[in-house]
């Protein structure tokens, strides 16, 4: 099973993008978050294999 964190500061579309991720074949999403601050206060436990970043994300 690959896990992904998806990273995404819009709320539609970070949680299509968890379902999809859910709804994939030997892919399992352990997190979503709207920030990188928010992101790094739980990723070091969720340990994912892949992380989904939003490379637009504001300042």
């Known amino acids: 099973m690959i896990t992904v964190s998806i990273i995404e500061d819009d709320h539609g579309l970070r949680e299509s993008l968890a379902i999809w991720v859910d709804g994939s074949a030997g ?3 352990t997190g979503t978050y709207s920030t990188c601050e ?3 206060k739980s990723i070091a ?3 994912p294999d892949v992380i989904l970043l939003d490379i637009e994300l504001p300042a």
Do not use: L, Q, T, V
């Open 45 to 47: 436990e969720d340990r």
């Open 38 to 40: 928010e992101a790094f």
């Open 27 to 29: 892919f399992s999403c």
